[in-house]
């Protein structure tokens, strides 16, 4: 059953790369002027910088404004859905179709001509309030918003998913090497992958799941890295603790030196061992389902 | 304490020395097959030449196809003949095959009409033939089966980074002069252990006789020795055939586009170049430590899955048409792609073979899978360069096959039942 809803994932992955889009306009920092007539059904996705369609030219296809400022001086037909940034629509401008206002700026000229329906919402894209102002101050709230979560998951995978976790912890320890090289590839493949499939826009609600699933992945390696280390250390010294304590104080360290070495030169050279090792080792045991065995020790059996 | 024994010590000292020359001689040998014989036969059949770019693809396939042959041949008779599996007969082959190659490549400045251009490629596909299960089926004399995936990774990640930073002026010219240069005294090296009675070659050639050297982690217990082809054999060629098909079709098209140029092997800019090196380095190493680990059908997905990303990329980079910048996430992502599949080239043949089957099977996994797939490809690149077909239809039908085979592998797993302990 498992398999066949990855299939159908599959597929609709692949249903994905279809569709009459004649040119995608990825626009992340920069001025971009639409040529004069643009090719059937052209997507524009302006993640910043500035957008011009300029009078007398036409466009046929779909814009979405996430940041930047957008000048429509041209005739526009299509949908062009506004996150954020700013839209101006000129005298001169013509546009048809649907305009979906969901956040940021809208100027719309009286002289326009606006043969589109208007639909707005009120969803606006969240802006970061966790700052204070004072550097310290700062840092200490960042470190709390970062390492609670991370320490609840922890306390979940304690109750509810301890075998799993034990998995992957065995995986961490006796294949620490293969963990890392494994977790190395999932993680540039997966973040490059997520990057491209959001840039497809129809596949943006997919890339921001894979995300999420990614930084679970991430954050359930820490764990696993964090107790196994505090493990080891514990029983080094013969200092005697709860395992549920253990778990928690292993957490609480991990974050607060990766916290702590952030700003450090050349700190990745720690922090990406740490971090990849976990993920690794997550990805070797399907997010701890099975235990990992290697090509050799199978082949043996 | 325990004390290392004198004999030990000689021992660790000779098996470190067999992995050096292994090392070595692959991965020169490879970094000239990728950048004298890929890039340096083209620039010199249209530079100097002045041959149509159809010319030089015929050319290109005329030699896939006497190496092919030659390989097979020399691998059969390796199979066929227990002399030609000692190591003494594979150094003398060997040897014999870079002694030519050196000659050949020493005169390739004299090639000044086609008809000498096809001879030198007739002679060349003889020396390359000779060589490839010549010095493959070394790797059950030098090389322990536990290490496999690591020596692959060095040898992969040295041609790469000679190929990708080193070797920095893409002309015939100065290409002649610095192979000429590293191969000739390595031809006198191997003069010297192939024909003078010494210690060094006789502990070598007693090497193949233990298992841990002798058969592959591959090799089914049942039937190690015995059969001429395996079913299994012919899906790992079709694959490795695949993968090579597909890396030689898009890498061509994207090195000659002007766009793409500057994040590639031949960049201009040195950052640019000692990148895309290290990240062959770093994927190489990653690549060896997953070989050793990993199920040879997980790699496989690996490979497909990366390669037909960066082509997706490719494609939709040159759709976007937003101005000169190229992201270095297209070159990271080839070179890992290719830093993957050539540590598995270096390790499966070996993997899959006993000391009596490696030359053949080495010469049909490289020769047949390698040569021929590349050529094959490089000959259709050229083509339809010179029909004019736009980059993104081409890259995106190098998508679309990498896609297939990264579907084929899906099925493959999935239709072969979800075994117990595999891994992602």
Redesign the interface.
């Given at each position: 059953m498992k398999r066949h809803i990855w299939i159908i994932l599959f597929g609709l992955l692949l249903a994905g790369c279809t569709g009459d889009v004649t040119s995608v306009h990825i626009l992340l920092d920069q001025t971009y002027t639409l040529p004069e007539s643009s090719p059937n059904h052209t997507v524009v996705a302006l993640l910043d910088g500035d957008v011009n369609l300029t009078q007398g030219s036409q466009f046929e296809g779909s814009t979405f404004i996430i940041s930047g400022d957008y000048n429509l001086a041209g005739t526009y037909t299509g949908n062009l859905t506004v996150f954020g940034g700013t839209l101006t629509i000129g005298d001169s401008a013509t546009v048809d179709g649907i305009v979906n206002i969901a956040g940021g700026q809208v100027n719309i000229s009286p002289d326009a001509i606006i043969q589109a329906t208007i639909q707005e919402g009120d969803v606006q894209i969240p802006q970061a309030t966790l700052t204070t102002g004072k550097f310290w101050l700062d840092q200490i709230v960042w470190f709390f918003v970062e390492t609670v979560p991370v320490i609840l998951l922890a306390l979940m995978l304690r109750r509810w998913w301890w075998q799993p976790f034990v998995n992957v912890e065995t995986a961490l320890m006796e294949n620490t090497m293969v963990s890392a090289a494994m977790g190395l590839l999932v993680g540039i493949v997966t973040l490059v992958l997520m990057v491209v499939m959001a840039f497809t826009l129809i596949l943006l609600p997919l890339a921001m799941l894979g995300l999420l699933v990614l930084f679970i992945a991430i954050a359930a390696g820490i764990i696993a890295t964090s107790h196994v280390l505090f493990s080891m250390f514990t029983r080094r010294t013969g200092i005697e603790i709860n395992d549920w304590l253990a778990l928690v104080i292993g957490v609480f360290i991990m974050m607060l030196l990766l916290n702590l070495i952030e700003n450090v030169p050349f700190s990745s050279i720690i922090t990406v061992p740490l971090l990849t090792i976990g993920l690794g080792a997550v990805a070797l045991t399907r997010g701890g389902t099975r235990p990992f065995e290697t090509a050799h020790m199978t082949e043996q059996q | 304490m325990s004390k290392v024994s004198p004999t030990t010590t000689r021992e660790h000292l000779y098996m470190f020395l067999g992995y050096i020359l292994f090392v070595g001689m692959m991965a020169i040998g490879y970094a000239y097959n990728v950048t004298f014989v890929q890039i340096g036969l083209v620039d010199l059949g249209t530079r100097l030449l002045n041959l149509s770019r159809t010319q030089i693809a015929l050319n290109m396939a005329l030699m896939a196809i006497i190496t092919c042959i030659v390989s097979i041949a020399i691998g059969f008779l390796m199979f066929k003949l227990p002399r030609l599996q000692q190591f003494v007969s594979k150094l003398r082959l060997t040897w014999f095959s870079i002694m030519l190659q050196t000659v050949l490549t020493a005169l390739v400045l004299t090639v000044h009409t086609e008809g000498q251009f096809r001879l030198w490629i007739v002679f060349t596909s003889l020396a390359l033939g000779v060589a490839v299960p010549a010095t493959f089926s070394m790797t059950v004399d030098l090389i322990l089966v536990?290490h496999r995936g690591m020596v692959a990774a060095a040898i992969t990640g040295l041609a790469y980074f000679i190929s990708a930073y080193l070797l920095t002026n893409w002309n015939i010219e100065i290409f002649t002069l610095q192979f000429v240069l590293i191969m000739l005294p390595g031809c006198i090296a191997l003069a010297i252990l192939a024909f003078v009675p010494q210690s060094l070659t006789q502990f070598w050639s007693q090497q193949q006789h233990l298992r841990r050297f002798a058969v592959g982690?591959?090799v089914k217990q049942s039937h190690p020795n015995t059969s001429f082809v395996q079913p299994r054999i012919l899906i790992f060629l079709f694959l490795m055939f695949g993968i090579y098909f597909i890396d030689s079709l898009g890498f061509l098209r994207i090195l000659e586009t002007p766009l793409y140029l500057n994040t590639a092997w031949q960049a201009a800019d040195a950052d640019v170049r000692l990148f895309i090196a290290g990240t062959h380095v770093?994927a190489a190493?990653?690549?060896g430590?997953?070989y050793?680990?990993?199920?040879?059908r997980q790699l496989f997905l690996?490979i497909f899955?990366?390669f037909a990303?960066v082509h997706?990329?490719y494609t939709?980079h040159s759709?976007?048409?937003?101005?000169e910048n190229v992201p270095l996430?297209l070159p990271m992502?080839y070179a890992?792609a290719v830093s993957l599949y050539t540590v598995v080239n270096f390790a499966l043949w070996a993997d899959l073979s006993t000391p009596k089957t490696i030359g053949l099977y080495s010469a049909l996994g490289v020769a047949f899978s390698g040569w021929s797939a590349t050529f094959i490809s490089t000959g259709l690149a050229l083509v339809w360069q010179q029909n004019g077909m736009p980059f993104d239809q081409h890259v995106r039908i190098v998508d679309s096959i990498a896609l297939i085979f990264f579907?084929g592998m899906?099925l493959m797993i999935?239709l072969q039942g979800?075994r117990?302990?595999e891994?992602?």
């Open positions: - | 536990k982690r591959l770093i190493i990653v690549a430590i997953l050793q680990a990993l199920h040879e690996w899955g990366i990303l997706l990329m939709m759709l976007q048409g937003i101005g996430t992502f890992i579907i899906l999935y979800d117990r302990n891994v992602p």
